[in-house]
């Protein structure tokens, strides 16, 4: 396990009504391969239990997790808290749930989990083939849900307080998680620093809808949440000033190099409406994506997602 920002190494406290000195928790991290999305999972030690932030694509993903924090901690996993309602965010909850942590997220996110659980499980079933109907995660529900705020006490006497934005961003619900003794927040797709997003969007009425001016003011509600890191659900760590103002950039750059697109194809924009047609265009806006961010990992998020935003565009 690692401390963040080099001064919570140093960080100590007093338990209440005991008087003894405890070194503050620490923050870890177990991230995927491309096959799981390079997804980012986050926990945080505080040395008496484990809350863990988000779950991991599959399950077999999430026992991988779920080992290496057993290999860096006796404290059992209590807790697991929902970012957002993206699979990679809670197919895995089966396994925790196994084990007797109590999933948290907020109500929205919970009510969404089982709509874009079976829109999700339609794509890789019965349009990637990737999946069968017995191989697919098996859904499980958010146990313990809140609205607006919530603040957990944990063991230790240390805090995490849950925020609900008001803002969509890159699905129709967000909640940020702050470890109150160091201000790291935990965002989950909210930002892919030096990494490709995903821009499908969020379910909207059973298809997807990206809202890019409202991932970008739930960016701002970054600012007002004295935190001091942001911890993605892809790419890499930063400052929160440095991370927010650098994933509005990639979004209105984005948002432009679509748009962009869709006119200079003219008539032949009418391609992206058929779907035999439009996978090649996805994988030029993907080359296009690369080119003006080279420097960005993950490129793949782009093919993958940016249908989202096109079709968003022909309406």
Known sequence: MWNHNGFAAGLFAVLVGFGTA?????????????????????YYDDGKEVTVFDTQFVPPLTMAMVAKIRSETAS???????????????NGLSVLHALGAVSIGSKATAD????????KKAFWVGTMGA?????????????????????????????ITLFELKHAGVATT????????????IVGDLVHHQAHAWLEGGLVRGKPSPDLPSWIAALDELKALEGTSVHGGR?????????????????????????????ELGPHKEDLRDPTKAKAHYEEL????VVAFPTYAAPYMIGFSVYGLVQSKLK
């Open 76 to 90: 059992p996993i209590t807790r697991v808290v929902i970012t957002h309602p993206n699979p990679d965010k809670f």
């Open 286 to 289: 993907q080359k296009r994506a």
């Open 235 to 263: 790419g890499a760590d930063a400052p929160v000033a440095e991370a927010v103002k650098e994933q509005q950039e990639y979004l209105r750059a984005m948002d432009r190099l679509v748009g962009d697109y869709i006119v």
């Open 22 to 42: 405890v070194e503050a928790g620490t923050l870890g991290i177990f991230q995927s391969d491309a096959n799981g999305f390079d997804t980012r999972t986050y």
């Open 131 to 159: 999946f069968t109907e017995a191989t697919y995660p098996r859904f499980e529900p958010i146990q313990k849900t809140f609205s607006d705020k919530m603040t957990i006490p944990l063991a230790s006497g240390e805090t």
């Open 112 to 119: 969404a989990l089982p709509i874009v659980h079976d829109y």
């Open 174 to 185: 967000q909640t940020v998680a702050r470890i109150d003794r160091t201000g790291d927040l």
